[in-house]
């Protein structure tokens, strides 16, 4: 599997069920010019879309749902994730839900269409990219800030 055309294809999954999203973690990493390697695709979406989003990439072959997952319940780090898998000739790939609530509430806001070679994408915002990570706090996160911040000088 491609990991490119697997995010065209979900994130075209997810407009064509008009489902409000935004592309972060690693791959908005890259597209905001830090490159790295990533193994899966995450996506912020609100928590009232869950089932429209997993109904909508179903059909791609993400049928294997986690439990959902709560990172820091109960502190103003919360955060809720819906992981789902496509296995396919031994090939695994995750496509992590993120849903917008607790401390990721109004992060969609400011969210941008960007323009790729494999068709547009709605990415979250650089700032928020940047709230993201720093909430996350793991070894790969304060990587990925610090090659951020140093695409600003």
Do not use: W
């Amino acid at each position: 599997m491609n990991l490119v055309d697997e995010l065209h294809s979900v994130s075209g999954a997810l407009l064509a069920a008009n489902i409000r999203h935004a592309i972060c973690g690693g791959i908005a990493v890259t597209i905001f010019g830090a490159t790295r390697t990533t193994k899966d695709i995450d996506i912020l979406i609100r928590p009232d879309d869950l089932e429209d989003a997993l109904d909508a990439i179903r059909p791609l072959g993400y049928k294997f749902a986690a439990l959902p997952m709560v990172f820091d319940e109960g502190s103003p780090r919360e955060r809720h994730v819906q992981r789902v898998s496509k296995i396919l000739n031994g090939d695994h790939l995750v496509v992590d839900f993120l849903l917008e609530a607790a401390a990721f509430t109004g992060f969609l806001e400011g969210s941008l269409l960007v323009n790729t070679s494999g068709g547009p994408l709605q990415v979250v915002a650089r700032d928020v990219l940047l709230k993201m990570k720093r909430m996350a706090g793991r070894p790969q996160d304060a990587a990925d800030i610090e090659k951020l911040e140093a695409s600003d000088e």
